[in-house]
């Protein structure tokens, strides 16, 4: 890949957001390799809205935090937004995780002592040099393109699931990342809210956002543009 | 961030509130008695001090040791002669003793004294007169009470012109010229509780030996004590050997009665110290738990992108949060504490500022020191565990 002078990859416009080769990850469990994914290779174009599905034990859940760099790969090759996250620490990857990734949890991961619009502006605090006003700004904007305008003093625990997950979604998006990367995002909501869920999803993906869903569910997972199959730690073609 | 930790600290402290407090207990307590015990040190200090300058910077008293025959009634000269800025060396002899009028008897310290004595100390008469030079030469029989001694003897105030037995192997009468105006003690003797006769009367009549009790020098007016009395010392010394006297001057027992109260404060402290160690231990404990409970909260964290670092740095400044607070409460406590036993002592109170920049000093080092290995911990939780904890 070429680089410019300030050794920074130059990317073109059509390389995926997500890009992942032939890659490994092995746990040592007592004298037991398991080898959660073997040799996953495939690739999020930028604003597409992908699935990411397989059946419990499939390596779904090491595929979703390898993207989301919580964890880096035994073997392999994983591009995010053009930058290679195999060889980071653990700063480094927190650095892209603050600015490339938005994460939406299955149980929400609200920070519970906090109002919804602290929530919200908690990555910005993270992500440095933007004072408390922008932050504000930002996530006041976040929270009202969720819907949630009126709930923006509440705490988690006086807002419903579905409120709350739209907190969770605000907050992925204040950001602007090149990825919001939702974890069972229905998975703790009844059809009707999770339906309403995945609605948002497909409004924010309409305004261009890169949308990547982590689900066992066969119905959220097929109500996806695209679909990438997992199973036993392979592709599944 | 560090305004935004300092009120994350702020919050979870309030989100528990009885645990916060028990925590910090070790803290407030270890600070809380630092303070006082430095505070009452530095005002029992500054009231001694205060008292000893206000009753006689302006004296020196010399007690001969072993028999030197230096110390005789020519050494006032002596002393005069080979030592700058001293007003008067005034030869004083005493002996404790019983004194009577009619019924009444009193326990007192007889003292004889020249007759330029009271002139030189400021010591003034209430009734009557002090006695002459004259009545010393002819050691007359006549005596000076203080006030204490006159208005127990004679509670209708006719001291002057009675007679009084003083005792002394055998009981003699006094003829009774003079009663003193009350005066504050210096240098440890008490004026009121005293009675005063002619230097040569005590001489003929108790002593008989040409050495004499003690010397109490009165310094020239505007002279440097401390320097008058190392001048003393020094001449002292190689005239008569350092083993022969005792020196008590204002200025000496103002450090001495210093480095007493400093030591046992310096000691005392360092005793509360500890104390503020055990607290520091119970915080590192609490820092310990919290982080253990906010797993879920750390994994959260570095989920939206909060860098080890950054982690660190919270959990640091909440532990710090968590110790200045103690030590402000403790600061408050001691200074209270302070103020209720110079009360009750009767000192002024000093605010000792040292000791509070001390403390809020050292609890901070506290929080840093017992704060880091929680912190740290925190810090290197690896992201998934943490966010998958329950």
């Known amino acids: 890949m070429p680089r410019n002078t300030n050794g920074k990859v130059n990317i073109p416009p059509d390389f995926p957001v997500i890009y992942i080769d032939d890659v490994h990850r092995y746990y040592v469990v007592g004298d037991f390799v398991v080898k959660a994914l ?11 809205f992908t699935a990411i599905m397989g059946p419990s034990g499939s390596g779904k859940s090491t595929l979703m935090n390898l993207i989301g760099c919580l964890d880096t790969p035994t073997s392999g090759k994983i591009l995010i ?38 929530n919200v502006m908690t990555p910005l605090l993270y992500t440095g040099g933007i004072g408390v006003k922008e932050r504000r700004e930002r996530a006041e904007y976040a929270l009202e393109r969720v819907g949630l305008k009126d709930r923006m003093k509440h705490s988690p625990n006086e807002l419903s699931g579905g409120q ?47 949308i990547v869903i982590v689900t066992h569910n066969e119905e959220i997972g097929c109500a996806c543009p695209y679909q990438i199959r997992i199973r036993d730690g392979k592709r599944e073609v | 961030m560090f305004f935004e930790n300092v009120k994350l600290a702020l919050n979870s402290m309030r989100g528990s509130k009885m645990r916060t407090i028990l925590s ?44 030197a025959k230096q110390f005789n009634e020519q050494f006032g000269n002596v002393l005069e002669q080979n030592v700058a800025d001293i007003k008067s060396v005034l030869p004083v002899n005493s002996s404790g003793t019983r004194i009577r009028s009619g019924k009444e008897i009193q326990s007192t310290t007889l003292y004889g004294v020249p007759s330029n004595y009271a002139d030189v100390l400021d010591y003034t008469c209430a009734q009557g007169s002090w006695f002459s030079a004259e009545d010393n030469i002819y050691k007359r029989q006549v005596v000076v009470l203080g006030a204490s001694v006159a208005e127990d003897l004679f509670p209708n105030g006719d001291a002057v012109g009675s007679y009084v037995s003083i005792f ?64 003393i010392t020094a001449f002292l010394d190689s005239y008569i050997g350092e083993d022969y006297y005792f020196l008590i001057s204002a200025a000496s ?35 310990l738990v919290s982080v253990a409970e906010r797993t879920k909260e750390i994994g959260i964290r570095k989920a939206l992108g909060a860098s080890p670092r950054v982690i660190k740095g919270q959990f640091l400044i909440e532990a710090i949060t968590l110790t200045s607070m103690g030590g402000l409460i403790g600061i408050l406590l001691g200074n209270g504490l302070g103020k209720i036993v110079t009360n009750i002592a009767g000192w002024t109170f ?24 929680p912190a740290a911990k925190a810090a290197k939780l690896d992201p998934i565990d943490a966010l998958n904890y329950e």
């Open chain 2, 350 to 373: 000093h605010l000792s500022v040292s000791a509070c920049v001390l403390s809020i000093g050292f609890s901070m080092l506290i929080g840093v020191f017992f704060g880091l290995y």
């Open chain 1, 38 to 48: 073997d040799g996953v290779s495939m690739s999020v174009g930028r604003g597409d």
């Open chain 2, 168 to 231: 002394r192997n055998q009981s003699k009468r006094y003829l009774v010229i003079g009663v003193m105006e009350e005066k504050d003690a210096t240098l440890g003797s008490s004026f009121n509780d005293n009675v005063y006769i002619p230097y040569n009367t005590f001489t003929q009549r108790f002593r008989r030996v040409s050495t004499v009790g003690s010397y109490i020098v009165r310094i020239a007016d505007g002279a440097d004590a401390t320097k008058v009395g190392d001048d």
């Open chain 1, 164 to 210: 709350k997950q739209r907190v969770a979604i605000a907050r992925a998006m204040v950001t602007q990342p090149s990825i919001i990367l939702a974890d069972e995002p229905t998975g703790a909501l009844d059809t009707a809210t999770g339906n309403q869920i995945m609605e948002l999803f497909g409004e924010l993906n309409g305004e261009g956002n890169t």
């Open chain 1, 81 to 118: 937004d053009g930058e290679d996250t195999s060889g980071l620490n653990e700063t480094e990857l927190s650095y892209i995780r603050n600015r490339k990734i938005g994460f939406v949890f299955q149980q929400f991961n609200l920070l519970a002592k906090m109002s919804a619009l602290e």
């Open chain 2, 24 to 67: 910090l207990l070790g803290i407030i307590i270890g600070v809380g008695s630092v303070v006082a015990i430095l505070t009452l040190g530095e005002s029992a200090t500054k009231s001694i001090t205060e008292s000893l300058v206000s009753s006689g910077l302006e004296t020196i008293s010399i007690t001969p040791m072993g028999g």
């Open chain 2, 253 to 287: 027992l103002a450090t001495m009665a210093e480095s007493i109260t400093g030591t046992f404060s310096t000691f005392l402290a360092a005793i509360a110290g500890i104390s503020l160690l055990v607290g520091g231990i119970g915080i590192m404990n609490i820092m």
